[in-house]
Nanobody
Framework: QVQLVESGGGLVQPGGSLRLSCAAS????????MGWYRQAPGKQRELVAAITAGGSRNYAGSVKGRFTISRDNAKNTVYLQMNSLKPEDTAVYSC?????????????WGQGTQVTVSS
């Protein structure tokens, strides 16, 4: 079992920055693929960024060059640095941890943190 707790959301002006953190409890954090997803009102949840156990990263096209995902396995934490924020980045951001072992998918979600980009 893995528990995920996000922090760092808030209100920021367009062009500003925020750093989200997701602290994980439980075992084997370093073996999980960690991802950040977001859901805006009236829209489907979408993948923002993900980082594998080996450190490979992928990003949604809309955030590439502005957002950076990273992980600190010693602290069981994954981060999302968000720069040059736009109003369209406004959403609830949720952390996800998943891995597959012996044919079983282990998939966990945090409760989410609100990010609002507005002047």
């Amino acid at each position: 079992q893995v528990q995920l707790v996000e922090s760092g959301g808030g209100l920021v002006q367009p062009g500003g920055s925020l750093r989200l953190s997701c602290a994980a409890s439980g075992s084997f954090f370093s073996t999980y693929v960690m991802g950040w997803y977001r859901q805006a009102p009236g829209k489907q949840r979408e993948l923002v960024a993900a980082i594998t156990a080996g450190g490979s990263r992928n990003y949604a096209g809309s955030v590439k060059g502005r957002f950076t995902i990273s992980r600190d396995n010693a602290k069981n934490t994954v981060y999302l640095q968000m720069n040059s924020l736009k109003p369209e980045d406004t959403a609830v951001y949720s952390c996800n941890a998943n891995r597959r072992r012996d044919g079983v998918l282990y998939n966990y979600w945090g409760q989410g943190t609100q990010v609002t980009v507005s002047s």
